[in-house]
């Protein structure tokens, strides 16, 4: 392959080179560089280090616009090592591991906006979890990730389905505060943060909710549900 780029020339430490000096990578030869780090996950045990490189490399592929395939390619092979990393682990603990495995992945893709790539992972997940409060968790970050996007509507309809099942959970109430107020349905969302007041902080909800209708409104709460 040739003499390696200057920045990463020796394994043991060009990969912590390459992450503090981002100012040096162009001057380096990106090929090259991806080359390096395919190697480099290749010949690394399921380990921090891998999980750095490979993050990296997911990240690299994505800036250069490569097929979407290609980066698919890389992250069923993660995933893959990464269970196969906790193969002997009880099936909730391994269910804990790859629902934040496949969290950390979605968040990544999200941020290169691979947002369509990033769902799928999730909805991958979703569909071999038998637990509940990973499945919750992985949904959550799917709303997340689409309000990232700005499918509002998308988020909004996941947030009501979620809803029905677990309706005093406050994350939930909150983002659907959220929702309404970025969709512009206005009506309902005072009496939608007294609900995620009364959830989050029994002792003191009408604080709480003063607090929330002024940080996302700019406005105070009326006077009739101040005084409850």
Not at 205 to 223: H, I
Request: aromatic residues 6%; glycine residues 2%; contains cysteine.
């Amino acid at each position: 392959m040739g003499l390696l780029p200057r920045s990463i020339k020796k394994v043991s430490n060009g990969f912590e080179k390459w992450l503090a000096h981002p100012e040096d990578r162009t001057q380096i030869d990106l090929n090259e560089v991806e080359e390096i780090f395919r190697r480099l996950v290749h010949s690394s045990k399921p380990t921090q280090f891998y999980k750095d490189v490979t993050y990296e490399l997911i990240t690299l592929v994505s800036t250069q616009n490569k097929p979407q395939e290609d980066i698919a390619a890389i992250i069923d092979s993660y995933l893959a090592q990464m269970e196969a990393a906790c193969s002997e682990d009880q099936d909730i603990k391994r269910s804990q591991i790859m629902a934040s495995e496949h969290m950390q992945v979605a968040e990544l893709l999200q941020q290169k906006n691979k947002t369509d790539l990033a769902l799928h992972y999730l909805d991958k997940f979703l569909a071999t979890t038998t637990y509940p409060i990973h499945q919750l968790g992985i949904s959550l970050i799917k709303v997340s990730i689409l309000r990232k996007a700005e499918r509002y509507q998308d988020a909004l309809s996941l947030t009501e389905i979620l809803l029905s099942d677990h309706p005093h959970h406050p994350d939930l109430l909150l983002g659907k505060a959220i929702l309404l107020l970025q969709t512009e349905q206005t009506s309902d969302l005072e009496s939608l943060l007294l609900q995620y007041a009364q959830a989050k902080e029994k002792e003191k909800p009408a604080t709480l909710f003063k607090a929330l209708v002024q940080s996302l409104t700019g406005a105070s709460p009326s006077p009739e549900t101040d005084s409850n």
